[in-house]
């Protein structure tokens, strides 16, 4: 697969995404963008290793008062949906940590009172891994809103080569943020009751975004039915099924992808990458 | 003078509502106990910055003083900027809060509680 988008997901957390997103760059045959943008709390990069050479800031804009205009009329206050000002007499309180910039104070202040000054939310970081171009995400602590970083982030995708976005867990904001606009969406799940569950959340939100889907049932043991049963009443094609291996854990636990721990499984992914790209260029009809 | 209660229902026989930015309605008195009005709190299911709404709204209609259960630390920033008096710690009715105000058994507020917990599904994520 030499282009094209893939996000890793899952509903659940600890299913295996980063595990299956670095075992996916690794199995690569030409060169390839990681993201890791999971920017809450990333962590592909003790897999990956890469040697880092770049960071850059990343701000979101957020009001300040000129008060030598305001006239404390409280549209400001009014119109935010975020309630991220509050307009008491005499002052204008603002709590940055609340707004989501969405500019609609300094632009609609009928005084032009507001002027948008940059919060920083975050970093990106850029560094490389042997033929893996290594970008990541870091939402700096206190930042309760990390979508906005997640963009900056996928900013840096380079349309013309393969770039495989590991993503946040669950199903809210920063997971749409980081699957949209994808080719294909890889959702790892383990055969579990809980695994299962948020596999059907995940799928939802897949459907929502019309993206074209393949599971990976990760730590496969000998009850996976139930998995595969949901996986084929929803016509969603399992495309991997890693097993459950005690050596692959151990090497896990030093930082040591299962791709490296155990060459064999190369073929499992790249295998995975043929399957993406044959759905992703058109040779076969995706899973809904 | 006008004090907002924070209160589960319209009159002034309801219960105080523990929490000041997510309870249901604000119960106005006046010193003498005589119920002048009722608002309802439209912030109550904001996902987030529910008190700073409560506090703009009892801001706006001009209340001197607040008695409720707890409030927390983005909201009491504007209510303390905008001088108004509050006294947390109030359970029971309307009523019987007022009553106590009026002979002066409550304890003006001098730090915020905790924040709050907004009604975000999962701790992870948000909005």
């Known amino acids: 697969m030499e282009k094209g988008v893939i996000t890793v997901a899952s509903g659940k957390g600890g299913t295996g995404k980063t595990t299956i997103a670095c075992c996916l760059a690794l199995s690569a045959q030409q060169p390839v963008q990681f993201l890791d943008c999971d920017v809450e709390e990333p962590n592909a990069h003790i897999f990956l290793k890469p040697d880092w050479n770049a960071s850059e800031a990343v701000s979101l804009r957020v009001p300040e008062v000129d008060y030598s205009k305001c006239t404390f009329c409280g549209k400001c206050a009014d119109i935010c949906m975020f309630n991220a000002l509050a307009v008491v007499p005499g002052q204008v309180l603002t709590f940055p940590e609340l707004c989501h910039s969405c500019g609609g104070c300094w632009a609609l202040c009928p005084e032009k009172a507001i002027r948008s000054v940059p919060r920083e939310i975050g970093v990106i970081e850029k560094g490389n891994a042997r033929d893996i171009s290594f970008i990541r995400g870091k939402l700096k602590v206190g930042t309760a809103t990390s979508p906005p970083l997640i963009k900056a982030v996928k900013g840096t995708i380079q349309r013309e080569s393969l770039a495989i976005l590991d993503a946040p867990p669950g199903t809210s904001c920063p997971v749409v943020e980081t699957m949209e606009e994808s080719d294909f969406i890889l959702l790892v799940t383990e055969p579990t009751v809980m695994g299962l569950n948020d596999l059907s959340l995940a799928l939802e939100v897949v459907r929502l975004l019309n993206i074209p889907c393949g599971v990976v049932i990760n730590r496969c043991n000998d009850v996976v039915s139930k998995v595969e049963k949901f996986c084929r009443e929803n016509s969603i094609p399992v495309v991997a099924k890693i097993p459950v291996n005690r050596d692959i854990a151990k090497a896990y636990a030093t930082g040591i992808p299962p791709v490296k721990a155990n060459p064999e499984l190369k073929e499992t992914f790249t295998a995975i990458l043929n399957h993406i790209e044959r759905v992703t260029t058109g040779e076969r009809t995706c899973c809904h | ?127």
Request: net charge positive; with cysteine; aromatic share 4%.
């Open chain 2, 1 to 127: 003078m006008r004090i907002a209660v924070s209160a589960g229902g319209r009159t002034p026989d309801s219960k105080v509502e523990d929490r000041f930015g997510r309870c249901s309605y604000f119960v106005l008195v006046d010193e003498e106990g005589n119920h002048l009005e009722t608002l309802t709190n439209t912030s109550l299911d904001s996902p987030q910055g529910a008190g700073i709404a409560a506090a703009q709204l009892l801001i706006n209609t001009k209340v001197d003083a607040i008695l409720t259960g707890r409030v927390g630390p983005k909201a009491l920033k504007p209510l303390q900027t905008a001088g108004i008096k509050i006294y947390t710690g109030v359970s029971g009715t309307v009523e019987q809060s007022v009553g106590l105000f009026q002979k002066g058994k409550l304890k003006e507020i001098e730090k915020a509680g905790d924040t709050v917990p907004g009604r975000r599904r999962a701790a992870r994520g948000g909005i």
